[in-house]
Structure formats: C-alpha cells, structure tokens
C-alpha cells in the first residue's frame, strides 16, 4: 500500500520557468511533510518541510503548497535552474509515528 | 554541528556472502536512526528504524537485519546475500540533542552505500 505517490515519474522544463512538482497521500494522520532532492549515488538532502497546520512555506525559490482536503501537495521552484536537475523525493509523517514514509521520486529535468 | 557517516561505499558481494553496513553519527545524542534502501527505478524503503540502544523496529520481512550496539552507531546485516538484496542503502538520523539545523522533525541523510550482489 503506497501512502505516499508521486504519479509523474519524470518532467522536463526549459531554464527559468516554473517546476511543479505534484505529491498525494493517503493518510489522514499525517501531520509533517519534507521534500528532499537526491542526485545519483548521493544521499538525499533537504529542501523544504511544511506542517499540517499552514497551507504554504516558502524558503527562496521553492514553496510548497499543502491541500489537506485533497490529500495532496506540491513543490514550486521559480526560476528553474540546470543545476535543479536531480530527483525529487517528498516524505510525509504521523505525529503519533517515528516513520518517514517517502514517495517514488520525479526525476526533474532543467533543460537550458 | 552534526555528521553521518557510512561505510563502505560501494561494495560487491557473491550471493550468499554476509553484509555488514555501518553507519554513525557525530554532535548529537539520542537520535532517531534509520536505514532506508533504493533499489533501481524505485523509491526510498524504509527497512529498519530505532529510538535507543537495543531498540529496532523493522518494517520490511526480509534476511536483512539491524542493530544498534551504541547510541550513535546503527548497523545493518545480511548473514546471505540474496540478488534482490542489491540497492543503494542510506542511513539517515533525526532528533537528538541538539538536533540538526534544518529542523528537530528534518531527517538528515548520508551520502549511501551501494551494493551489488552478483
């Protein structure tokens, strides 16, 4: 049972337009939600998290957006750069957990 | 500030041969600690987690297994390696005293270890 999907396996944008990328859960419990970018053979590193409690963080170019009614959020990078070009993880949490639950990734692809 | 450390990083085994990947973490005390595998054109699974010493909740039935000997040491093992066994495995920590800068909740990665099992 995936809880966490990421339904795009791969996107291409051109440089300095705007990257959406899309994320559903399953889990009503879930209260905590990270996006991490993972480049090939390297560990995942840490973009930007948001709470159940807001509806949008924002932290330079990348603001997620979280829709609890849909189940669903999102990552936003304006302006796209080649260097985003990596694969993009989002994760979810329960407060009554210690698990991180992770979706299959969406390989971005920045074309310049 | 905080570090994690895994090794080896790459590494090739026979099938049936043992596993022994480590993993610790350096600045901080009590830590959540975690292994998580990729394997090719999948997601990140989570196999193992631990709150404490001797404490390891596994989530996937497999012949893989975990330990965790000291508070910021988490080891993962194999005593026979299977095919599907190949991946690349990471090891992440969260929590602790301190926590990492990125946030108490952030769960923080390291750069992995891939394993191939011919």
């Known amino acids: 049972d995936q809880q966490v999907k990421q339904n795009s396996p791969s996107l291409s944008v051109q440089e300095g337009r705007i990257s959406i990328l899309n994320c559903d859960y399953t889990?009503?419990?879930?209260?905590?939600f990270l996006w991490y970018k993972k480049y090939p053979a390297e560990g995942p590193t840490f973009l930007i998290s948001?709470?159940?409690?807001?509806d949008k963080n924002e932290d330079g170019r990348f603001t997620v957006f979280l829709n609890k009614s849909a189940k669903h959020l999102s990552l936003h990078i304006v302006p796209s750069q080649p260097g985003d070009s990596a694969v993009y993880f989002c994760a979810a949490k329960s407060s009554g957990t210690y698990k991180y639950i992770f979706g299959t990734g969406t390989r971005l692809k920045v074309l310049a | 500030s905080q570090t994690i450390h895994q090794w080896p990083a790459t590494l090739v085994q026979p099938v049936g041969s043992p596993l022994s990947l480590e993993c610790t973490v350096e600045?901080?005390?009590?830590?959540?600690l975690y292994w998580y595998r990729q394997a090719a054109g999948r997601g990140l699974q989570l196999l193992f987690y631990?709150?404490?010493?001797?404490?390891i909740s596994s989530e996937v039935p497999q012949n893989l297994s975990a330990s965790r000997p000291q508070d910021r040491q988490f080891i993962l093992s194999s005593k026979k390696l299977l095919l599907s066994d190949s991946g690349f495995y990471l090891c992440?920590?969260?929590?602790?005293?301190?926590?990492?800068?990125?946030?108490?909740?952030?769960?923080?990665f390291g750069a992995g270890s891939r394993l191939t099992v011919l």
């Open positions: 992440a920590w969260v929590g602790g005293t301190p926590p990492a800068s990125s946030g108490a909740n952030v769960l923080t």
């Open positions: 948001i709470s159940s409690i807001k």
């Open positions: 600045g901080t005390s009590n830590p959540n």
């Open positions: 631990s709150v404490g010493i001797g404490q």
């Open positions: 889990n009503s419990m879930f209260d905590y």
